[in-house]
């Protein structure tokens, strides 16, 4: 039987199989995010927020570590520039007005 000492090191590595339970695989629709952080981590509210009904709900909060999340960034700025090279550049969204969020002080004016 041979040994695995004499494999390289990228053969040594064990494989992980990664699970997904039925219902985070349909995945959810998100239209927004609020970003929060700490000196331990950062904290990331994904939501799908109505505004004519004035409501919205998180639909998933991720929590992880800066050293995390500055390797989530660099691999979001790839994939974005993969797309692009792919498919042509994205313009950026607008910031949505006031209308858009919960802040009712414009429409009480």
Do not use: C, W
């Not at 927004?32 to 409501?55: I, R, T």
């Not at 979001?76 to 969204?93: F, R, S, V, W």
């Amino acid at each position: 039987m041979a040994n695995n000492y004499n494999m390289p090191p990228q053969q040594q590595r064990p494989q992980i199989q990664i699970k997904i339970a039925d219902e985070q695989l349909k995945g959810a629709y998100t239209n927004s995010v609020a970003v929060f952080h700490s000196k331990e981590e950062f904290v990331l509210d994904f939501m799908n927020v109505y505004p004519p009904q004035g409501m919205g709900t998180v639909v998933s909060r991720v929590i992880t570590s800066p050293g995390h999340m500055k390797r989530l960034l660099a691999a979001l700025q790839d994939n974005i520039a993969k797309y692009e090279k792919q498919h042509g550049k994205i313009e950026e969204a607008k910031t949505p007005d006031a209308s858009f969020g919960f802040n009712t002080e414009e429409k009480d004016k």
